[in-house]
Antibody
Framework: EIQLQESGPGLVKPSQSLSLTCSVT?????????WSWIRKFPGNKMEWMAY???????NYNPSLKSRISMTRDTSKKQFFLQLNSVTTEDTATYYC???????????WGQGVMVTVSS | DIVLTQSPALAVSLGQRATISCRAS??????????MHWYQQKPGEQPKLLIY???NLASGIPVRFSGSGSGTDFTLTINPVQADDIATYYC?????????FGSGTKLEIK
């Protein structure tokens, strides 16, 4: 069974960088699907942030393009999110998810809540 | 960006039909596909894929869930509604990047 699990600090100070890890079990991240980060803000708005393809290419939401980076470690079956210069508006629950062909998300992690506060 | 509009909440009685709508600011259909997908999210849980490409039931999803629509107007139907269906439902388009989600419709029991 495919499982995704997010990990990372729950509290980040304004102007610092937010770094999260998604660990995948039950699937090889180079096997043909892409891997995304999606966040849900307080109040329920959801935002697709980025994906990294099975071949390592990336696609970022233009609203975040200057601040975001996705990388991966294929040997550990992990992919990563870095979001720079965070503000309180980046407070959200962050999910990693598998992106299928057609850009729908069929497997999701449980999410990690990140608060940006001094 | 394509904006998806959903009503904030819907109240229905158990055993009745629930119809949740999603309207896109521009067409999300191609000549071959209707690129709208639906997710269910219960409190404290991750979203779950219910319907893909507007009308296809995802694996393991009960047949009381169905989807329809094309162009800019889409509908998720739950019939009959059960107590376990209490959740927030989101639409998501994949016609173009950036991928966008609706604001969610919270299903409540009358």
């Amino acid at each position: 069974e495919i499982q995704l699990q997010e990990s990372g600090p729950g509290l980040v100070k304004p102007s610092q960088s937010l770094s999260l890890t998604c660990s995948v079990t039950g699937y090889t991240i180079t096997s043909g699907y892409d891997w995304s980060w999606i966040r849900k803000f307080p109040g329920n708005k959801m935002e697709w942030m980025a994906y990294i393809s099975y071949s390592g290419g990336t696609n970022y939401n233009p609203s975040l393009k200057s601040r975001i980076s996705m990388t991966r470690d294929t040997s550990k079956k992990q992919f990563f999110l870095q979001l720079n210069s965070v503000t309180t508006e980046d407070t959200a629950t962050y999910y990693c998810a598998r992106r299928k062909a057609g850009s729908l998300f069929d497997y999701w992690g449980q999410g990690v809540m990140v608060t940006v506060s001094s | 960006d394509i904006v998806l509009t959903q009503s904030p909440a819907l109240a229905v009685s158990l055993g009745q039909r629930a119809t949740i709508s999603c309207r896109a600011s521009q067409s999300v259909s191609t000549s071959s596909y209707n690129l709208m997908h639906w997710y269910q999210q219960k409190p404290g849980e991750q979203p779950k894929l219910l319907i893909y490409d507007a009308s296809n039931l995802a694996s393991g999803i009960p047949v009381r869930f169905s989807g329809s629509g094309s162009g800019t107007d889409f509908t998720l139907t739950i019939n009959p509604v059960q107590a376990d269906d209490i959740a927030t439902y989101y639409c998501q388009q994949s016609r173009e990047f950036p991928l966008t989600f609706g604001s969610g419709t919270k299903l409540e029991i009358k």
